[in-house]
Antibody, heavy 119, light 106 residues
Framework: EVQLVQSGAEIKKPGESLRISCKGS????????ISWVRQMPGKGLEWMGR????????NDSPSFQGRVSISADKSINTVYLQWSSLRASDTAMYYC????????????WGQGTLVAVSS | DIQMTQSPPSLSASVGDRVTITCRAS??????LAWFQQKPGKAPKSLIY???SLQSGVPSKFSGSGSGTDFTLTISSLQPEDFATYYC?????????FGQGTKLEI
C-alpha cells in the first residue's frame, strides 16, 4: 500500500526556522517525484514545487522561490520542506503528494502538516 | 502562470442528483487536467487525470471531459459522501496551478 506520512503539527514564532518531512512507503521511492502543496486557512490549493528523489533535482514555483527549499534523502525515503525564517503568512496546511507519469500527475497525498506561526 | 477558473464557486444539490462543475484555463492545456476531491479537515483525494481517466479505486460515477481550455467534472447519483470541495489542476505548463475550488453542498 502506497503511503505518504508527514511529520506532526508545528507551532513556531516569526523568524524561526523549520523543516517538515514526508516519508514514502509501499513503492519504489526514488522512482516518483514528490510535490508540496500549500493550503492557507479557508483557502484553496497552491502548488509550491516538486523534487525528483532519485537525484534531488527540484522545480520550484516562482511564487515560492527563495521562501522555501525542498530536499530529499532517498536513503530514508523522505522529502523535506524547509524555511529559514518563518512569517505569520506561512501559517497553513502543507501537503506532500506523489507524482506519477514522470512528475506530472498527483496520485497519492500525505495527510498534511499544519504549520502555525505566531508571536 | 496559467489561471484556472472554476464555476460555480458553490453548488447546492440533493442526494440522487447529477451535477457538473466547470473548469476553464486561461490558455490551452491540451488534456493535462486533473480533478481532486477534498472533504473538511482531510487531505485531498485524486479522482481524475488526463481529463477523463479515473485514478485507481475511483467509482465510475465520476467522469471528466473537455479539451483545450474548457473542462467539466460530472458526478452522477450524488450520495452524502460526495458532498465536498472539488478542485481542478492543470499540469501542461509549470508551475502547475489549481482552480479555486467548487464547494458542493447538500
Amino acid at each position: 500500500e502506497v503511503q505518504l506520512v508527514q511529520s506532526g503539527a508545528e507551532i513556531k514564532k516569526p523568524g524561526e526556522s523549520l523543516r517538515i518531512s514526508c516519508k514514502g512507503s509501499g513503492y519504489s521511492f526514488a522512482s516518483y517525484w514528490i510535490s508540496w502543496v500549500r493550503q492557507m486557512p479557508g483557502k484553496g490549493l497552491e502548488w509550491m514545487g516538486r523534487i525528483d528523489p532519485s537525484d534531488s533535482y527540484t522545480n520550484d514555483s516562482p511564487s515560492f522561490q527563495g521562501r522555501v527549499s525542498i530536499s530529499a534523502d532517498k536513503s530514508i525515503n523522505t522529502v523535506y520542506l524547509q524555511w529559514s525564517s518563518l512569517r505569520a503568512s506561512d501559517t497553513a496546511m502543507y501537503y506532500c503528494a506523489r507524482l506519477r507519469d514522470n512528475g506530472y500527475v498527483i496520485d497519492f497525498w500525505g495527510q498534511g502538516t499544519l504549520v502555525a506561526v505566531s508571536s | 502562470d496559467i489561471q484556472m477558473t472554476q464555476s460555480p464557486p458553490s453548488l447546492s444539490a440533493s442526494v440522487g442528483d447529477r451535477v457538473t462543475i466547470t473548469c476553464r484555463a486561461s490558455q490551452g492545456i491540451g488534456e493535462y487536467l486533473a480533478w481532486f476531491q477534498q472533504k473538511p479537515g482531510k487531505a485531498p483525494k485524486s479522482l481524475i487525470y488526463d481529463v477523463s481517466s479515473l485514478q485507481s479505486g475511483v467509482p465510475s460515477k465520476f467522469s471528466g471531459s473537455g479539451s483545450g481550455t474548457d473542462f467539466t467534472l460530472t458526478i452522477s447519483s450524488l450520495q452524502p459522501e460526495d458532498f465536498a470541495t472539488y478542485y481542478c489542476q492543470q499540469y501542461n505548463s509549470y508551475p502547475y496551478t489549481f482552480g479555486q475550488g467548487t464547494k458542493l453542498e447538500i
